[in-house]
């Protein structure tokens, strides 16, 4: 059986419960080191904005859908990976 750090996943509350709509649902595609967040399923963003700290936040009628993180990998502390 694989290892499980559970107290990762718990850690992730805070952010289920501020997000929109108190749902949060994600994938990792690593080979593009990109994290994608969506608190809306099915979500049909009509509009995007590309951070300074590459995050796309993505739009439908100008309410947050999700995020699209850039370089995901690169962003977990030294401590945690």
Same mark, same amino acid.
């Given at each position: 059986?694989? *290892?499980?750090?559970v $107290?990762?996943? +718990?850690?992730?509350?805070?952010?289920? %419960?501020? =997000?929109p709509?108190?749902?949060?649902?994600? *994938?990792?595609?690593? $080979?593009?080191? +990109?994290?994608y967040?969506?608190?809306? %399923?099915? =979500?049909?963003?009509?509009?995007?904005?590309?951070?300074?700290?590459?995050?796309?936040?993505?739009?439908?009628?100008?309410?947050?859908?999700?995020?699209?993180i850039?370089?995901?990998?690169?962003?977990?502390?030294?401590?945690?990976?």
């Amino acid at each position: 059986m694989a *290892s499980l750090t559970v $107290e990762q996943y +718990v850690s992730l509350i805070p952010a289920v %419960k501020h =997000s929109p709509k108190q749902y949060l649902w994600s *994938s990792y595609d690593a $080979e593009a080191d +990109v994290l994608y967040v969506n608190f809306k %399923k099915p =979500s049909h963003a009509d509009d995007s904005e590309l951070t300074d700290d590459d995050v796309i936040i993505r739009y439908e009628q100008s309410q947050v859908v999700g995020l699209t993180i850039l370089h995901a990998s690169q962003r977990i502390p030294e401590d945690k990976k």
